[in-house]
Every structure is written in C-alpha cells, then in structure tokens.
C-alpha cells in the first residue's frame, strides 16, 4: 500500500470542505456521533463548538493543522494511523475520516485506515 498525498494537500481538502460546513452552517461528526459546528478557519486551525464539550470551558476549540498532520503522516508511512502512537485531539481524527475519501475509523485499537488507495491519495 502506497500513498503518496502529502499532507498540505489533506490539510487544504480538510479546511476547503469545513469552510463549506460553516458557510451553510452543517455539523460535523465526531466518530461518536457528536455534532459539531466549524466556528472558524485559520491558516494552521479550524475552531469548532462541540455539543458536548468534554472540558468546563464553554468556547469553541482548536485542532491544529499539525495534528492532522501527524495524522496523515502515520498513514503514509504504515497505512494506518493509530490513536496511542499520536497526540492529536478526537476531533482531528474526525475531520480526517469524514473528509478524506478512502479512509475509515476502527475502533478497537481507535485507529483511522486506508480502505482505498486510490482515492485516499487523490489530490
């Protein structure tokens, strides 16, 4: 398995489709389900509201274009990105599966895969 799509190329598809979920204002899910609104995008962040937010604080929060970079990088390198070898926040992992075509979620270990190469590296 070869894939081949740098990282800038997901991170540009990622950020293209969130602005396309802030503008009609559709969630994005969490892989448990959770709606999620897109608050913002920055060059290196997308801000989102989660429903349910896990921590006391009340505001939308960030995920980095570099976690979804680690994450795209463990899937190039070993077809698969698995959540212990990464610190990236869920929603990360999320935006990465729901995005990108060709990639799915595994839950046990939580992990995301390749499921078709072709389509996970076209640009």
């Known amino acids: 398995m070869v894939i081949t799509r740098n990282a800038t190329d997901v991170w540009k598809e ?13 969630p994005v899910y969490t892989l448990r389900k959770t709606p999620n609104q897109i608050v913002k995008l920055e060059e290196n962040r997308i801000l989102r509201q ?3 937010p896990v921590s006391d604080e009340t505001g939308p929060s960030a ?15 070993d077809g698969q990105a698995v959540a212990k070898n990464i610190y990236a926040l869920r929603f990360a992992w999320a935006l990465v599966a729901n995005f990108i075509e060709g990639i ?13 190469e072709e389509v996970a590296n076209r640009v």
């Open 14 to 26: 990622i950020c293209d489709k969130a602005e396309k979920h802030r503008a009609s204002r559709l």
């Open 104 to 116: 799915e979620f595994r839950e046990n270990p939580f992990r995301l895969i390749v499921v078709n």
């Open 50 to 52: 989660s429903a349910k």
């Open 63 to 77: 995920v980095s274009k570099r976690e979804v970079e680690a994450i795209w990088n463990a899937i190039r390198q």
